[in-house]
């Protein structure tokens, strides 16, 4: 049985497009059909909006790329209907060991959360990921939605006008045209479409090299994410071992930057290393083997007109943290509903310049960690490498050591302080709710709140009066009124209310907080309602 | 004001830098290296304070003169 990635899932078709007199013109396309752009495109798609994907390949990555996905990226997905199926395939994992040199100096746990739907972390290879996404494509298309996946259609072309964009796109059967009101490029590290606007990142704040190595075994080692310091398999360096689905388990070794990288992924010196590590009579097959390069940079803007820009395409981080596809899933979700608004005239056009502020924001504060990590795990001086080991001899016997520890800061949401869109905040509700942040999850009654939430402005009521519905400037906001009552956990009233007895929350279709009041005030609503829509 | 307390604060400062220096007796450049460096951040954890931290640096580094 051909494997996932070997399978052609959305092969190449001739479409009536490349018989067209004239470039048919489209309201969006999408380039590149990775974790970001399918997830733009079946925004798009669960939003009514038309688009077109182009992909040059027919089939999802093979080989070693995002393993693990965060909370915010599964209820992203769960807005869009594909959640579930990528927890009942994802390992979950709560427990962690750090190693240095010989000995394991701690463990941690991140305890399993009983009061929100999804956990904080699954590991599941891209492959899958993307090969549930796709078929959640299918699913929509098969619905009547205006989604269509175009595999072995290559960008070769990009010519900018003031109101659409022309493509030139390279197939099988030959180059064909075709026009777009809106260009995403979810085109990767390579971008094409960056290539084609003359346009690079700014900064490159660091470079290194890692051998990757997906191997399968089935060895009963726990389902546990295991990162060492200087061991002695490779030293003065680190390593990862992660556990995937069928019993595939990463492993991350770093080389430095000035390695001979042809010769370090030779299998003569690769099985060693891992046999070092993994142990001598540990039987494993390698499913994958490939030396990364990474470098920490980002465009200086990440629109620029009708072309957007979104995950690895726009910006870059080290793999240490997780940051990568997670970050690119809500860089999807932030644009999405604003190039909807756009589109249909509802709001400005700049509302989508908030798209680059606030992901710029998120980018930034992705490199930053990742910079601050790479630090720890790789000293770039010898008094550097002092302090780092004197943190982890510490934190063998301290409790206070541990949180200086620094293996890659797990990917969290941004949370959009100082956003444009941000609205009126009140000190009297909790500090993880206020405007900017995404809508931390509760139970609800037999349900979920984040089911409640998404796809359109809301306004969310706790144990508050408001009206069902309003209208501000042509946005309808309907009402979503909950009681802390409906959740006897008091996970509800702990995230949303805090010590006040109530609250008004205004939620952007993105599940992102954009204002928030203790009561309901309709002037002060209807203002919140223009500014977080870009009215204002 | 400072956060600093940059005024006497150890009752018998000759017994402290005695211990201090007996600490360091027979060790190598390196085992001390490693010893100063827990002790600053045995010490740094114990203050804490974001603001008494960052001045204490900045004294350190000699950039501070604090009467």
Not at chain 1, 112 to 137: G, M
Not at chain 1, 390 to 400: G, P, Q
Not at chain 1, 502 to 527: C, I, K, M, N
Request: a negative charge.
């Amino acid at each position: 049985m051909p494997r996932i990635f070997e399978t052609p899932l959305y092969p190449y078709r001739r479409s009536p497009d490349q018989d067209a007199r004239a470039p048919m013109r489209h309201k969006a396309v999408v380039v590149g059909a990775g974790p970001v752009g399918l997830t733009v495109a079946l925004d798009l798609a669960c939003h009514g909006i038309p688009v077109v994907v182009l992909d040059e390949n027919d089939r999802v990555s093979w080989g070693s790329r995002a393993i693990c996905f965060s909370r915010r990226t599964l209820e992203i997905l769960d807005r869009l209907g594909c959640g579930e199926r990528l927890v009942d395939k994802g390992v979950r994992w709560d427990r962690g060991r750090v190693f240095f040199d010989e000995r394991q100096v701690y463990e941690f746990n991140l305890s399993s959360e009983t009061t929100q739907r999804r956990p904080a972390f699954i590991n599941l290879q891209q492959y899958y990921f993307e090969k549930f996404l796709v078929d959640r494509v299918h699913e929509l298309a098969a619905e009547g939605q205006p989604i269509e996946l175009r595999g072995g259609n290559r960008l070769t072309g990009l010519e900018a006008s003031p109101d659409h964009l022309a493509l030139t796109v390279e197939t099988p059967d030959g180059p064909y045209r075709l026009e777009a009101d809106w260009v995403i490029a979810c085109d990767g590290p390579g971008s094409v479409v960056r290539s084609k606007l003359g346009l690079d990142f700014q900064g490159r704040v660091f470079e290194d090299n890692f051998l990757i190595a997906d191997v399968v075994m089935h060895a009963d080692f726990p389902t546990e994410r295991w990162f060492w310091f200087d061991p002695p398999f490779n030293r003065g360096q680190s390593a990862l071992l992660h556990k995937q689905p069928d019993d595939v388990w990463r492993i991350d070794l770093q080389l430095g930057w000035d390695i001979d990288r042809e010769k370090e992924k030779l299998p003569e010196n690769v099985i060693p290393r891992l046999k070092a590590m993994l142990g001598e009579d540990i039987e494993f097959d390698l499913e994958w083997v490939s030396i990364y390069t990474f470098q920490c940079r980002r465009m200086e803007k990440f629109r620029h007109g009708r072309v957007i820009f979104a995950g690895d395409a726009a910006h870059q981080v080290s793999p240490f943290g997780a940051r990568g596809a997670n970050s690119g899933v809500q860089d999807a979700d932030n644009l999405v509903w604003k190039l909807k608004l756009v589109m249909e005239g509802a709001a400005p056009d700049h509302l989508l310049d908030s798209y680059n502020v606030e992901r710029v924001q998120a980018a930034d504060d992705n490199i930053l960690n990742s910079t601050r990590s790479t630090e720890f795990i790789t000293p770039k001086s010898d008094v550097s490498r002092l302090f780092r080991n004197a943190v982890l001899d510490l934190s063998e016997s301290f409790a206070f050591a541990r949180p200086l520890v620094n293996s890659g800061r797990l990917s969290v949401p941004c949370i959009h302080d100082g956003s444009p869109l941000n609205g009126p905040d009140t000190a009297d509700l909790p500090a993880a709710t206020r405007p900017g942040a995404p809508a931390p999850d509760a139970p609800l009654g037999n349900g979920w709140l984040l089911d409640r939430l998404g796809g359109r402005f809301q306004f969310l009521s706790i144990d508050a009066a408001a009206p069902e519905r309003i209208e501000a400037n042509g946005i309808a906001v309907e009402r979503v009124g909950v009681s802390a009552n409906d959740d006897p956990s008091g996970a509800l009233a702990e995230r949303w209310l805090g010590k006040a007895r109530s609250g008004v929350y205004l939620l952007r279709p993105d599940q992102h907080v954009a204002a928030r009041w203790t009561t309901f005030d309709a002037a002060a609503a209807e203002a919140a309602v223009k500014r977080a829509s870009g009215q204002e | 004001m400072s956060a600093l307390n940059t005024r006497p604060n150890i009752a018998k400062p000759d017994d402290f830098y005695a211990v201090l220096i007996a600490l360091h007796e027979g060790r190598s450049k390196a085992e001390s290296d490693a010893i100063n460096a827990r002790l600053i951040l045995i010490l740094a954890n114990q203050i804490g304070d974001e603001a008494v931290l960052q001045e204490a640096l900045a004294a350190a580094a000699g950039s501070a003169h604090v009467a």
